[in-house]
């Protein structure tokens, strides 16, 4: 994926000449290895901040999400998911499941109840999740310190979504998945993608939103055969590690028909409430309300094509959700996060370019 089709050449371009006009102009060694020292020691303070930052936030939302969200009782709470007994579908969301299982079992966290086991996976994963999504912030932008600060915008997104609903292990893991899928699809890089599509498929069925994401943004920019085969191996994949799956719980017991439950007309009559209207509006903290007044602006393919993937995921959960639980959408975050990511750096950079241009003048 060249740079022009993607917008990554123009943003690299003028961060270079804007963020740091003097280096487009200046070949002496000193004086680049100078400023290449200073932004390295910037950048490493950024760090420091950011990781402290981000352990506060994770201790923090820890508290909120056993504190403020509810189990589902009889169904799917953390002993039946750790012992195997829940119901399908949500035995079948197994990774977490089995890795809790694993390191109780042979890695010496015996003395914790699963709960607790569940807690400390639910710290570990969000800080994860940060770091993942500012690596894949400053592919887009090409900006370290920005793509840093913008990656706090899921401070403000995370309890929308994740607080006062239903409390399960997998729903922060598939973010931090869908992140990495984005990130390696947007740079082609095909065997680190698989590797997350495989455990993503294992930890949650919605990981072909990353095969229809391909589609969308590899069309035409890929030889069509090419594009057909990623798509059928990717299918495939998830049919066989679903399939796989299913068997191996097929003895649990069933809510709806075990992949979903029908919640079409429940939905409909819910929607008769004006709360649940200003719940369901409530999704990405109100952050798909610039996308919809600038999607036009939206100079990054990638990012401006994975949007459309959004209104099809609403679509189809309004019929096997429920409307008002905002977790269900947690797949779409990093997109709806990334496109106001490059919004706001795009007018960033205008700014610059602007004030830059005036301070020529002068």
Same mark, same amino acid.
């Given at each position: 994926m060249g740079a022009a089709s993607t917008g990554k050449g123009d943003f690299n371009a003028v961060h270079r000449t804007f963020r740091y006009p003097l280096a487009t102009h200046c070949q002496k060694g000193?004086?680049?290895?100078?400023?290449? %020292?200073?932004? &390295?020691k910037e950048n490493k303070r950024i760090d420091y901040l950011f990781t402290l930052v981000v352990?506060? !936030?994770? /201790?923090?939302f @820890?508290?909120?999400? $056993?504190? #403020?969200?509810?189990?589902?009782?009889?169904?799917?709470?953390? *002993?039946?998911?750790?012992?195997?007994?829940?119901?399908?579908? $949500?035995? /079948?969301?197994?990774?977490v499941l089995w890795m809790a299982a694993t @390191? &109780?079992?042979?890695?010496?966290?015996? %003395?914790?109840n699963p709960l607790q086991l569940f807690a400390v996976f639910d710290f570990v994963f969000t800080i994860l999740l @940060?770091?993942?999504?500012?690596?894949?912030?400053?592919h887009l932008i090409q900006d370290y310190p920005m793509a840093t600060c913008l990656s706090c915008l899921l401070f403000y997104i995370m309890p929308f979504h994740l607080t006062k609903t239903m409390w399960y292990p997998w729903d922060i893991p598939t973010?931090?998945?869908? /992140?990495?899928?984005m990130m390696y699809l947007y740079q082609w890089k095909w065997i680190p993608f698989y590797l997350v599509f495989v455990l993503s498929t294992i930890n949650r069925e919605t990981t072909i939103l990353l095969t229809c994401m391909m589609v969308? /943004? +590899?069309?035409?920019?890929?030889?069509?055969?090419?594009?057909?085969l990623h798509v059928l191996i990717q299918v495939l994949v998830w049919l066989l590690i679903r399939y796989c799956i299913f068997r191996l719980y097929s003895l649990n017991p069933k809510l709806g028909y075990g992949t979903f439950e029908y919640q079409l007309w429940k939905n409909m009559a819910l929607l008769q409430n004006p709360k649940i209207w200003i719940k369901a509006l409530s999704a990405f903290g109100y952050?798909?309300?610039? *996308?919809? !007044?600038?999607?036009?602006?939206?100079? =990054?393919?990638?990012?401006? @094509?994975?949007?459309? #993937?959004?209104?099809?995921?609403?679509? *189809?959960?309004?019929? *096997?959700?429920?409307?008002?639980?905002?977790?269900?959408?947690?797949? +779409?975050?990093?997109?709806?996060?990334?496109? =106001?990511?490059v919004l706001i750096h795009q007018a960033f950079i205008q700014r610059v370019k602007s004030d830059f241009s005036i301070n020529s003048v002068r």
């Amino acid at each position: 994926m060249g740079a022009a089709s993607t917008g990554k050449g123009d943003f690299n371009a003028v961060h270079r000449t804007f963020r740091y006009p003097l280096a487009t102009h200046c070949q002496k060694g000193g004086i680049v290895d100078a400023m290449n %020292s200073d932004a &390295h020691k910037e950048n490493k303070r950024i760090d420091y901040l950011f990781t402290l930052v981000v352990l506060l !936030f994770a /201790t923090y939302f @820890l508290q909120d999400r $056993f504190a #403020l969200n509810a189990f589902y009782d009889g169904i799917a709470t953390p *002993i039946m998911l750790f012992e195997g007994e829940a119901y399908l579908p $949500f035995q /079948t969301r197994a990774l977490v499941l089995w890795m809790a299982a694993t @390191l &109780h079992r042979y890695l010496f966290f015996e %003395s914790l109840n699963p709960l607790q086991l569940f807690a400390v996976f639910d710290f570990v994963f969000t800080i994860l999740l @940060l770091f993942v999504t500012r690596r894949f912030l400053f592919h887009l932008i090409q900006d370290y310190p920005m793509a840093t600060c913008l990656s706090c915008l899921l401070f403000y997104i995370m309890p929308f979504h994740l607080t006062k609903t239903m409390w399960y292990p997998w729903d922060i893991p598939t973010m931090i998945f869908m /992140t990495l899928g984005m990130m390696y699809l947007y740079q082609w890089k095909w065997i680190p993608f698989y590797l997350v599509f495989v455990l993503s498929t294992i930890n949650r069925e919605t990981t072909i939103l990353l095969t229809c994401m391909m589609v969308l /943004t +590899c069309f035409r920019k890929m030889p069509f055969s090419r594009l057909c085969l990623h798509v059928l191996i990717q299918v495939l994949v998830w049919l066989l590690i679903r399939y796989c799956i299913f068997r191996l719980y097929s003895l649990n017991p069933k809510l709806g028909y075990g992949t979903f439950e029908y919640q079409l007309w429940k939905n409909m009559a819910l929607l008769q409430n004006p709360k649940i209207w200003i719940k369901a509006l409530s999704a990405f903290g109100y952050l798909w309300v610039p *996308i919809l !007044f600038y999607y036009p602006r939206i100079k =990054n393919d990638f990012v401006r @094509l994975s949007l459309w #993937l959004v209104p099809p995921v609403y679509g *189809i959960l309004f019929v *096997i959700g429920v409307v008002y639980e905002l977790r269900i959408y947690v797949e +779409c975050i990093p997109i709806v996060l990334a496109a =106001n990511v490059v919004l706001i750096h795009q007018a960033f950079i205008q700014r610059v370019k602007s004030d830059f241009s005036i301070n020529s003048v002068r």
